[in-house]
DNA sequence: GTCTATATAGTGATAGAC
DNA sequence: GTCTATCACTATATAGAC
C-alpha cells in the first residue's frame, strides 16, 4: 500500500549537500528562496533529484529543522552552563543558530507540519533551557527579584532579544540603545563585570 | 511617459470592498491567503477588477496598511492617555488589531516595498507612544527602577506581549502562566489594582 | 543514483472589448 | 467600471529511461 516511489539514503554524500544549500539558502535570502528548482540547481543536479531524498519539500524543510535543531540544543546547554548564567543567557540568542529559527518561525506560518515540529521542539527547548539555567542561578547563589522566577527570566530574555533582532532587521532602532544599557546594567549590579569563561 | 493602465478612484465603494476583503483574509487566513484571484472571487469580481484600482499586489497590502494603520495609531494614542498608564500600556497590544501587524510583519519579510512602509510606520508609532507614555507616568507621580526609562519600559512591553502572542499562536506556552503573574504582580504594586477607566 | 520529459496547477499582470 | 481572454511565468510532483 506504501507509494512506489523511492527515495535515496539518509547517509548520501549529495543528501547532505542538498541540506546544507537549503539551510544556506534560508540564511542569506530566507526560505522563500527555497525551491525544488533552485536548490537543484545551486547543488547542479537535476530538480528530480531533490525530490529523490525528500519526497515533498516539506520534507526537506523538516529535515533542515531536525538536523539544525539537536546540535542547537546542545550548544546551547553547553552555553548556558556558566558561572555567570545571567550573562550566558543573554548572550544566548546572538548566535548565528538563532537566525534560522526566525526563519522557521516565518514558515510555520504557511506550512502546517513545520508548525507542529517547531512548536513541539521550542516546548522541549525552552525546558531544557530551565533546567540549566535554574541548577546555575543556584549554585551562583543569586537571588531574584521578589516574584521573579527563572522561567520568567527566561521568558523575558528570549521575547526580548528575539523583538530587537526582528526590529533591527527591519530597520527599526527606537528605543533600543536605551533597552541594552538598562540589560547591561542589571547585568553589571547582579553578576559584576563579565569574566573570561574558566576552563 | 507614464504607464497607459487606467486606475479606479480612491473613494470607489468597490474599492473599500477589496481593501475590507484583504484585510479580514489577512486575520482569518494569514497574508498568504490573498491573491488577485482569491480577493476577486470573494468580492464576486473579475480579477482584472482588482489590478484595475491596485496596479499590483503591493499596492494592494499597502493601502490596507495604511489604512489600518492609521486607525490604530489614534486608538491606541487614546488607550494609553490613563491614568494608570502601566496597566493601559500592557493591554495595549492585546487588542485584535495586533494581529494585523503581526501579519504585515510577515509580510515584511518577501516585500520589500511593505518592509520599508511598515518600518517607518513602526518608529513613527513608537515615538507616540513613548511621548504619551512620558508624559503620564509623570503626572501619576510614577517612581520608576533605577535606569528604567519610558523607552525601556514600553520595548520590553512590546516585546513581551508580541511573543507572548507568537508562540500562543503556535501552540508554546512553556512559562506563559508565570510570566503573566509576574507582570501582574508588578502591575499591583506600582499602580494597586486596575480602576475602571474614568469619564 | 541520476536523468529527461511532462503532468498539473498555481501565480501576477495586461490588452482590449463592452 | 467591469468584463473575457490570455500571456508569461512560477511552482511541486511524477513516470520512467539510463
Known amino acids: 500500500m506504501t507509494s512506489p516511489r523511492r ?8 543528501r547532505l549537500r542538498l541540506l546544507d544549500i537549503t539551510e544556506r539558502l534560508m540564511l542569506d535570502e530566507g526560505y522563500a528562496a527555497v525551491g525544488v528548482r533552485r536548490v537543484a540547481r545551486e547543488a547542479d543536479v537535476a530538480p528530480a533529484l531533490v525530490l529523490y531524498y525528500f519526497r515533498t519539500l516539506d520534507d526537506l524543510f523538516l529535515a533542515v529543522l531536525r538536523r539544525r535543531m539537536g546540535e542547537e540544543l546542545e ?5 548556558l552552563d556558566s558561572p555567570q548564567p545571567l550573562r550566558a543567557l ?16 516565518g514558515l510555520a506560518n504557511h506550512r502546517k507540519a513545520i508548525r507542529a515540529e517547531l512548536a513541539a521542539h521550542a516546548e522541549r527547548y525552552r525546558e531544557a533551557q ?3 539555567l535554574t541548577r546555575n542561578l543556584t549554585e ?3 537571588q531574584l527579584p521578589l516574584g521573579m522566577t527563572p522561567a520568567v527570566l ?3 530574555s528570549t521575547a526580548l532579544t528575539r523583538v530587537l533582532v526582528l526590529e533591527d532587521d ?3 532602532s527606537a528605543g ?16 559584576g563585570p563579565a569574566r573570561a569563561p574558566e576552563r
Do not use: D
Open 130 to 132: 530551565l533546567q540549566t
Open 140 to 142: 551562583a547563589g543569586l
Open 75 to 79: 550548544r546551547q546547554a553547553r552555553v
Open 154 to 156: 527566561l521568558v523575558l
Open 7 to 14: 527515495t535515496g539514503s539518509e547517509n548520501s554524500k549529495t
Open 170 to 172: 527591519m530597520g527599526v
Open 90 to 105: 543573554w548572550q544566548l540568542t546572538n548566535h548565528p543558530g538563532h537566525a534560522l529559527s526566525t526563519e522557521f518561525i
Open 176 to 191: 533600543h540603545a536605551e533597552t541594552l544599557a538598562f540589560v547591561e546594567q542589571l547585568l553589571q549590579r547582579y553578576e
